[in-house]
């Protein structure tokens, strides 16, 4: 089945920040209302008629309303975003948003507390990506399955620099949901990601 080309875009950003141990990401979790409801989410958000530029390509479009989201949401100024993820939503999903993900490096990031938009925003917090994984898996956050994608890929990396490095090229994933006795599974080219039961197993297909 050919996907739609005029499907809603978005971008998100997702932020690393160098630590004495590696690097931590910033993750903020969405009210209980609305998209992502209650979910641990990066800064992001729909491409706006603000965002675009004649000439440019979605991907632009993406980028400009990641950065821009970004300091909508967490007051955080961001510059030169890398991509690295494009996802496309399973068909049959009830709101369908084509997103983009690009990595960005949180030079200037504040020790202290973010300045966080209260009606998007109920906590945020800079964590490992494995410690992310783990708080998932105990029960005690909420993730989708890109958000929880990119963390389990960015856990194999030490640095931003690392991570930052592999980005450049987006890498497509098409969503398919499949059910079995074993629970949901979301599937993409080369890759199968097991929900039934906590913890998530990330397989090969």
Known sequence: ?????????????????ATAQGF???????????????AWVFPGGKVEQRDRRDGDDEQDDARRAAVRETFEEVGLVITDPVVVSRWQPPVGAPVRIRTWFFLANA??????????????????????PADALRKHAAGEWMLFPPTWVTLHQLSRFG?????????????????????????????WEGLRLETGSLPWRIVSS
Do not use: C, K, Y
């Open 107 to 128: 030079l200037d990031a504040p020790q202290g507390a973010l300045q966080v938009s209260a009606d998007e925003v109920v906590d945020a917090t800079w964590i490992t």
């Open 24 to 38: 931590e990401v910033l993750l903020m979790r969405r009210p209980d209302r609305g998209s992502f409801s209650g």
């Open 159 to 187: 640095n931003p620099g690392e991570a930052l490095s592999a980005g450049g090229v987006a890498r497509h994933f098409s969503t398919r949901i499949v059910e079995s006795d074993l629970g949901t599974a979301f599937e």
């Open 1 to 17: 089945m050919t996907e739609p080309d005029d499907l809603p875009v978005a971008g998100t950003a997702v932020l690393l920040r």
